[in-house]
């Protein structure tokens, strides 16, 4: 097919990557830990982890799980959120050869119980504020290790120590918990394990860039999450198209080492982690933002140093504007403001630019794609409301349900082929058969047109999928469960417009119990779903619009 939009590259951008570079996403880190060993990695909490830090840990922490005796491949979870004890275990877990499943923190023990199953992770390393959540469901997952992290454990003897203290016993974030021992299964905090790692030898591995890096758990269509399998290739070629695309952005800083990027959105979303992964290529920092919802620390951890590199969705920006403290705000060394994980506002873009002089680049990729397929030029000095060019080895073509291509103009599924894009799910051969086409396009699921420049506009979702502040919820999973509530009859789940987080879940509901009541079905997607899948509007309705087959037509109600 002919790549019409090369043309339309910025000047320097090349065409084609080339992941066979590195051996492994595992030779890409040590790489890195290698030269730039003496740079700041990270700061959190104004504490520096340098890179020789995340070097010297991370091969502690994977030296400690190979001598638990995993099998090579094996799964490891993480539940951590933006600390620096996130890097240390994602290289760890990849040093040693092994697999990482990220978790989101946020998960109910139904969420976390599938994900541990379904990836068959039999260790995992877990910030305690969550270990209550881990509890309920230990006994039934195969999880035979798990290393327990606090908040302040890499931010210094003193500091660390008090924030931890502070954690508990002042805040109170910690809810009580006992993971139970077993015959096979061990409880480790997560500095006992670097003590004992330390003392151990890490043991090369022979990893190749057709191993499986990372199960990265998406929704599913059938109410279940599915894990995304990314090989080391899919994330080498992933870090090296981010950063030959962002290049023109950082063209005037000679050396890269000096770039900060902030790392407010989730290092567990495929957007973060590669763009995590990309600054350890480049030797720049990363400073970490472990609560992002707190605008005004946010803010006050911006204002400490120059920062060059803020990635985000909508809602983020929205928030960040719309807190009085904004204005204080320093953005003379912003050289990037990369959108994605959910459309980007017209409004929101130009008020961005307006009060930053920074343009909002809009993006759009998957956890199947390993983050970005598609990148507006970061040249570009205005909002386009498009999802911009492929990035460099990658294909878009635009096909209807028998996997034709159509012609430049026409709407059609948005479907992408290259090295950034996933093997398949995890143990879901059924699902793949309908998710790759014949020449080897992944259906996304989007329906788009490309113009004559290669620029790809999304006109609808082929899925029902709802996008709730660049999170993806998927209605089948919100009506399986709440189908299960006493008194629903049955349910559908949509989507509706919100000006701050781009979507707002709205839940149709038919009763057979005329004294079930809104709070009470609103109270069990409380307990049952992460904050982001809960319903915030819910209706009464005596019967659902449905097809002469029986199908609920959800695009019925959200006329």
């Known amino acids: 097919m002919e790549r019409i939009w090369l043309k339309n590259y910025p000047p320097g951008v090349p065409h084609d990557i080339d992941t066979d570079q590195y051996k492994s996403l595992t030779d890409l880190l040590e790489t890195a830990f290698r030269v730039h060993g003496h740079s700041p990695f990270s700061v959190c909490m104004n ?173 599913g269509t059938t109410g279940l999450s599915k894990g995304a399998v990314l090989t080391h290739r899919n994330v080498v070629a992933a870090i090296l198209q981010a950063e030959a695309w962002f290049s023109p952005a950082l063209a005037d800083i000679p050396d890269l080492r000096k770039v900060n990027s902030v790392a407010a959105l989730p290092l567990y ?109 970061v040249t570009q000095k205005n909002f386009s409301g498009n999802i911009g060019l492929p990035l460099p080895s990658i294909d878009i073509a635009i096909k209807d349900d028998e996997g034709i291509s159509l012609p430049i103009g026409s709407s059609g599924e948005i479907c992408i082929r290259g090295p950034n894009v996933m093997t398949g799910y995890f143990n879901q051969v059924a699902e793949n058969a309908k998710t790759f086409t014949s020449d080897g396009f992944m259906r996304t699921g989007d329906v788009g047109i490309m113009d004559e420049h290669g620029f790809t506009r999304i006109v609808d979702r082929k899925k029902d999928m709802i996008i709730v502040s660049g999170f993806n919820v998927f209605p089948s999973e919100l009506e399986n469960l709440i189908s299960t509530c006493p008194g629903v009859v049955e349910c559908a789940a949509v989507g509706i417009p919100d000006a701050m987080q781009g979507e707002s879940i709205k839940v149709y509901v038919v009763r057979n119990d005329p004294l079930l009541t809104e709070e009470s079905i609103l109270r069990f997607c409380h307990d049952n779903l992460t904050g982001y899948k809960r319903p915030k509007y819910l209706e009464f309705r005596d019967e659902l619009p449905k097809s002469n087959v029986g199908k609920i037509l959800r695009r019925e109600l959200r006329k």
Request: contains cysteine; glycine residues 8%.
């Open 269 to 377: 979303h495929i957007f973060a982690l590669t763009l995590c992964l990309l600054a350890m290529r480049q030797g720049s920092m990363l400073t970490l933002i472990p609560n992002p919802r707190d605008f005004g620390q946010f803010i006050e951890v911006l204002k400490q140093r120059p920062f060059h590199v803020l990635p985000g969705v909508n809602t983020l920006f929205n928030a960040l504007m719309l807190h009085p403290m904004f204005k204080t705000l320093d953005f003379s060394s912003l050289k990037l403001t990369q959108a994605g994980g959910m459309a980007a506002s017209e409004g929101t873009a130009r008020n961005w630019q307006s009060a930053t002089g920074s343009a909002m680049i809009e993006g759009w990729g998957m956890s199947e794609t390993c983050a970005i397929g598609t990148n507006n030029p």
């Open 47 to 219: 504490r520096t982890m340098s890179y020789s830090a995340l070097d010297e840990l991370s091969s502690a922490l994977g030296a400690w799980l190979q001598n638990k005796g995993l099998l090579p491949g094996a799964r490891v979870a993480i539940m951590l959120p933006n600390l620096p004890q996130f890097a240390v275990t994602m290289a760890a877990v990849l040093r040693a050869g092994y697999t990482c499943v990220n978790v989101n923190p946020l998960y109910t023990a139904r969420e976390l119980e599938h994900q541990l199953n379904d990836s068959g992770a039999t260790s995992i390393v877990i910030l305690e504020n969550f270990a209550s959540t881990l509890q309920q469901v230990i006994e039934r997952t195969p999880l035979q290790h798990v290393v327990v992290a606090s908040i302040g454990d890499l931010l210094g003897p003193w500091y660390g120590r008090w924030l931890s203290f502070a954690v508990r016993h002042l805040a109170k974030m910690v809810p009580e918990f006992e993971l139970p021992l077993g015959e096979k299964r061990t409880v480790t905090s997560f500095k006992k394990a670097i003590d004992q790692g330390r003392r151990l030898k890490l043991r090369p591995t022979q990893q190749t860039l057709n191993d499986t890096a990372f199960l990265q758990y998406t929704g």
